[in-house]
């Protein structure tokens, strides 16, 4: 199986950094959306990345610049998005990895896109 | 001995790691915030310079070997062309545009998604075991396969095995053929030992290595070869010296960059919900630096500023200098031990390691900083497998909102 999972991967339907929670929802994997973001690899397809790089996030998430779903190419973004009606895609060429200090509740990483198209 | 409280280790209270951990935020937002023409030039310069000699050095390599006279010298001066090509190639271009460092340029070559670097690992594969693995579990016993990259003890930590007797030779085979020993790590040696990789996955990581491989040994030992005409045999040997020399330049720096005394060790529980300021002090604490001009530390992709790059991985090269004028005052100001040394000592300590190691431990001493008899945790660490845990071996991390083990602070 792809980079050790032991199911398959589908960009759309079971994608690399998520996994379904107790409630049937997908989670993100933070693992996954660490290695995702260190090794460049698209958070759906799990292939490397490409020009431009794209985030699917919320209304907030976008106003804020940050987000939690890790990089994705544009294509498993906007495939991504069709699933989840509050998702927009962003696309950028560069992005930060921020880890979360003490003090932030989230304990989650974000993604800041830094060099936005 | 490992470390698993970085804050107690230290003796830095809690509002001292984060109070460090701020300060480093604030270099990162500046030198992000001026990035900008001045960085773009010097990428695209050290390219042209690199793709100069390269063609300099493979010119030489066909026109030179035809007459008795140019021969010896040609090859000389082909090989050592090629060589530093290939080093810049590999150390300051190659490893850092994969770590995104110009990514922010937008440039269609110089990405982290399109570079291809000239040396047989795989990118792909790269990008995996070096900038997650490596700069992910930097130093954290069981978890960075680049403690020994799975054929060297380089922990006392690390279980000693009748087979480490070998690891001076090892060593040595590591060193003269360190593009393939690179080629295979991603492979992970010690989880194929055990019957733990996925059959699957090795195949297809495999088949990229052989792919990439046969095209490296294509490329230099077939087809530039027989562009030399009659004269094949000098290029081969000019080609193969250039590989040698890029193997042994690579295997030194890359040694200086965690193995010399003062970079630490760590143990898993380390890692366990660590903040960003806790991540930066075990980066500092993980890495060592060693001195030189900037010709050198060009050469060594900027290595040299190894803290600086594992704290910032993804900062453009050419302000680690800068940066580590900054970071060597924090260090001072926080009374944080910054490893810092000429390149021969910090290599000489690390094959000190190596040779010792490859006894039990019982037959040699530590060359780590003492530890304080009132740590708390100054007790040896019980061994550990050198081989990296899978995601399901490692506890689970809580990805839901607001979830933490640690005691949550008052806003």
């Known amino acids: 199986m792809l980079r050790g999972l032991s199911r398959a991967v589908d960009p759309v339907s079971a994608p690399f950094a998520w996994e379904a929670g107790a409630d049937g929802r997908r989670e993100l994997v933070g693992a996954r959306v660490t290695q995702c973001a260190l090794s460049r690899i698209c958070g759906a397809c799990a292939e490397s990345l490409g020009r431009p790089i794209a985030f699917v996030g919320d209304d907030l998430e976008v ?20 699933t989840e009606p509050s998702w927009r895609v962003v696309r950028t060429a560069a992005f930060e990895f921020v880890r979360p200090t003490k003090d932030d509740l989230d304990r989650r990483p974000t993604f800041q896109p830094s060099a936005l198209i | 001995m490992a470390i698993s409280d970085v804050a107690e280790y230290m003796h ?11 300060e480093l935020d604030k270099i990162r937002e500046e ?24 063609t300099a050095g493979r010119l030489t390599l066909m026109l030179t070997p035809h007459s008795r006279k140019t021969r010896i010298p040609g090859a000389v001066a082909g090989a050592a062309l090629l060589g530093v090509a290939k080093i810049l190639e590999n150390m300051e271009i190659g490893h850092n545009v994969m770590h995104g460092q ?35 579990f ?12 799975g054929i060297l003890r380089m922990a006392r930590e690390q279980k000693w095995n ?14 003269t053929l360190f593009q393939w020993g690179v080629a295979l790590h991603d492979l992970d040696v010690e989880r194929i030992r055990k019957r733990e990789k996925d059959p699957q996955e090795m195949k297809r990581q495999l088949r990229q290595i ?4 046969r095209n490296q040994i294509l490329k230099d030992y077939i087809v530039y070869p027989a562009l030399s005409g009659p004269q094949w045999r000098t290029t081969i040997t000019a080609n193969a010296t250039a590989n040698l020399t890029r193997n042994l330049w690579a295997y030194t720096i890359i040694f200086c960059g965690h193995f010399p005394d003062g970079a630490m060790h760590f143990t898993e529980e380390e890692i366990e919900d660590e903040t960003r300021a806790e991540w930066y002090l075990r980066q500092i604490l993980g890495a060592a630096n060693f001195e030189g001009g900037p010709l050198l530390h060009i050469l060594s992709g900027n290595l040299g500023f190894q803290i600086e790059h594992h704290l910032f991985p993804d900062l453009p090269s050419n302000r680690y200098a800068d940066i580590s004028v900054r970071v060597k005052e924090l260090c001072a100001q926080y009374d944080i031990p910054y490893t810092i040394g000429p390149l021969h000592k910090q290599y000489g300590q690390a094959l000190r390691t190596i040779m010792k190691l490859s006894l039990p431990n019982r037959f040699t001493t530590s060359n780590k900083p003492p530890q304080p008899p009132t740590r708390p945790d100054s007790v040896e660490a019980p061994p550990v497998d050198k081989g990296r845990k899978s995601d399901a071996e490692r506890p689970p991390r809580r990805s839901e909102l607001g979830g933490w083990s640690r005691q949550q602070r008052a806003s």
């Not at chain 2, 922010?104 to 594969?125: K, L, V």
């Not at chain 2, 009748?162 to 060193?175: D, E, K, M, S, T």
């Open chain 1, 63 to 82: 106003a804020r610049n940050a987000f939690h779903a890790p990089p994705l190419h544009e294509s498993c973004a906007e495939g991504l998005a069709e």
């Open chain 2, 12 to 22: 830095l209270t809690d509002e001292q790691v984060e109070e460090l951990g701020r």
């Open chain 2, 31 to 54: 030198v992000e915030a001026s990035r900008g023409a001045d960085d773009a030039a010097y990428i695209n310069k050290m390219i042209k310079v690199q793709r100069g000699l390269a």
């Open chain 2, 102 to 136: 110009w990514d922010w340029m937008n440039d269609p070559e110089i990405h982290s998604s399109n570079w291809e670097w000239d040396t047989a690992q795989p990118a792909e594969q790269w990008k995996h075991s070096h900038n997650y693995i490596h700069h992910q």
């Open chain 2, 138 to 149: 930097t130093n954290v016993l069981g978890y960075d396969n680049d403690i020994g990259y």
């Open chain 2, 162 to 175: 009748p087979a480490n007797l070998g690891q001076p030779v090892y060593n040595a085979l590591l060193a």
């Open chain 2, 210 to 213: 052989l792919r990439k491989g």
